[in-house]
């Protein structure tokens, strides 16, 4: 029995554990990847959105106090709310600065996400 060669269970059940180990270490960094470009593109999208928003309220000049919500005409997945108030005290006219705290919705059935953005725009005159 001295000169014969082979492999032994044991060797191949611990080669098996260390394939294993691989390959679940590679499955586990392909999920966390594809989730993170998930969740980069669902942050670009969301971004345009609250961009195009935001540029269409500095383009008319007028923001009204108070709140105002509605969805997005080409994504109508996604709605919008937002919360203005103007930064002067009250009953004062001083300030031609409005803050405005805007927040884009994805409506999911499972758990609706939402992503906010705070600033402040000129009132025109």
């Known amino acids: 029995m001295k000169g014969k060669k082979g492999i032994l269970l044991l060797e191949v059940m611990v080669s098996i554990v260390v394939i294993t180990s691989g390959l679940l270490f ?3 960094v392909y999920s966390t990847a594809k989730e993170a470009l998930d969740r980069s593109r669902d942050m670009f999208k969301y971004s345009f959105l609250l961009e195009e928003k935001m540029y269409g309220f500095e383009e008319r000049g007028v923001i009204e106090e108070g709140r105002a919500e509605d969805h997005f005409p080409e994504a109508r997945d996604y709605s919008w709310s937002a919360d ?3 930064l002067a005290p009250e009953g004062q006219n001083m300030s031609d600065l409005c803050s405005v705290k ?5 409506n999911k059935v499972s758990s609706p996400d939402k992503y906010s953005l705070f600033t402040y725009i000129g009132k025109k005159r």
Do not use: G, H, I, P
Not at 102 to 106: A, I, K, P, T
């Open 26 to 28: 590679v499955m586990r």
């Open 102 to 106: 805007l927040d884009v919705f994805y």
């Open 84 to 86: 203005s108030a103007s």
